[in-house]
């Protein structure tokens, strides 16, 4: 399967700061990464789908011009919380999709996740 | 779009006892059906996950049932051990390649006491 890393792994900043956080997947064709919003004690609601050179598909209700998502290469994925306030304080999880050695996955493999909070 | 809800919220087992986490689903298209741990403050880990061309999977102490006519999927924990304690979310999406893209329920935090 995959190795997903996510950086940072904690962030602290300042209301009206801009925040990105990196996604990566080591010796993995990540064609497809997921980005995921998880709040304390609740479940994970997907932001946003990328494939790899398009731009991302946001879910119904994320502001896209908040969360901008790049899927620059097969590799890496980032997320960018502009001008983040207090709201936006949560757990911030990726996963990817893809294959490598020609096995190609169905599972979703997922990163450690950011802890982004907004003082 | 798909909906799943899962059930119940918390649970609280004896060591040894056995545990069932119920999910169902609203979208009849729903193809695949994964369960995922979480400890806290860690990733989601997929422990199990069965499509929709077969009724029961089973690995060691894990087993999935899918019944595809109710739109209900189970997991099945036996001889449940503290180790098991975590937050588990079932899920389903439409496989339709890269791009399928994964509805969590709400979770269960299961609690082993010895």
């Known amino acids: 399967g995959a190795v997903v890393s996510q950086h940072p792994s904690r962030v602290i900043c300042k209301s009206g700061t801009s925040v990105k956080i990196e996604c990566r997947s080591l010796?993995?064709?990540?064609?497809?990464m997921f980005w995921y919003r998880q709040f304390p004690k609740k479940s994970l609601m997907l932001m946003a789908t990328?494939?790899?050179?398009?731009?991302?598909?946001?879910e119904q209700g994320v502001e896209k011009d908040k969360f901008l998502i790049n899927h620059a290469s097969l590799t890496l994925s980032t997320l960018t919380v502009t001008s983040a306030h207090p709201e936006d304080s949560s757990f911030y999880i990726c996963?990817?999709?893809?294959?490598?050695?020609?096995?190609?996955?169905?599972?979703?493999?997922f990163g450690p996740g950011t802890r982004l909070t907004v003082l | 779009g798909e909906n799943v809800e899962q059930h119940p919220s918390t649970l609280s087992v004896q060591e040894g006892d056995s545990a069932v986490i119920k999910c169902t689903y609203s979208?009849?298209?729903?193809?695949?059906f994964p369960w995922y741990k979480q400890e806290l403050g860690k990733r989601p880990q997929l422990i199990i996950d069965?499509?929709?061309?077969?009724g029961e999977k089973k690995d060691q102490r894990i087993a999935v049932t899918l019944n595809k006519t109710a739109k209900h999927f189970s997991l099945h924990i036996t001889e449940t051990q503290p180790e098991d304690s975590a937050v588990y979310f079932c899920?389903?999406?439409?496989?339709?390649?890269?791009?399928?893209?994964?509805?969590f329920g709400t979770g269960t935090r299961l609690q082993v006491t010895l």
């Open positions: 996963s990817v999709k893809g294959s490598t050695s020609g096995i190609l996955y169905n599972e979703q493999f």
């Open positions: 010796d993995f064709q990540a064609t497809t």
């Open positions: 990328s494939n790899e050179g398009s731009k991302a598909t946001y």
């Open positions: 979208d009849s298209a729903s193809n695949y």
């Open positions: 069965i499509r929709s061309n077969v």
């Open positions: 899920a389903a999406s439409i496989y339709t390649g890269t791009a399928s893209k994964l509805t």
